[in-house]
């Protein structure tokens, strides 16, 4: 039996998912995912417990259903195009997507947490958040080595870079367990991925 299925009768209303979904990852933008329990949801939603796990059997659940609710970045689905390769990844640095980056890089870390907790969830994040961010980055190092920005004979750097900003953003949370800043990510893209093509960083 699916366990986010509503047991047979009264329906379930569905109205409050987005808000109970929404608030989960306020949560976990504030605090790490042990730390995050139903009963905090619940209060800060003003919804029953019961209504949750009637929904959502266990946390892990709840919060898989929040992961995939956030849907993914959408520069994955409309590249940004200064004509700038640097301008281009600052812009997606500086997506509003989810609050900003101040608040996407706190959501991220509080999934990162959930991540370390089941497989399930860091399989999630892998597929809704990493390998999204990873394509995107590949596709603006190749755009960029198209267009001549980037010497051709670099073009094989382009998969290793690509990931290179969000594995240097995890390293940073899990060693130092620091968020990474917006001039952390500056920093990565002009000091270690422009620097690594040869590109102009400023």
Known sequence: MNASAPSAGRPYDR?????????????????????VTIDDVATRTGKAKTTLYRRWATKDDLVLAAIHSIGRPPEIDNLPD???????LLAVIDSPWLGGPDRRASIFAGLASAGRSAASLADAVRTEV???YV??????????IHRGEIPANLAGRASILADVIPAMSTHRLNTNHELASREFFVSVIDDVVLAALGAPSR
């Open 15 to 35: 109205s409050s998912d987005a808000l109970i979904l929404a608030t989960t990852l306020d949560l976990l933008s504030e605090r790490a995912y042990e730390r």
């Open 82 to 88: 200064s004509g700038s390769l640097r301008s281009d």
């Open 130 to 132: 990493t390998e999204p």
């Open 135 to 144: 394509e995107i980055y590949r596709r603006l190092l190749e755009r960029a």
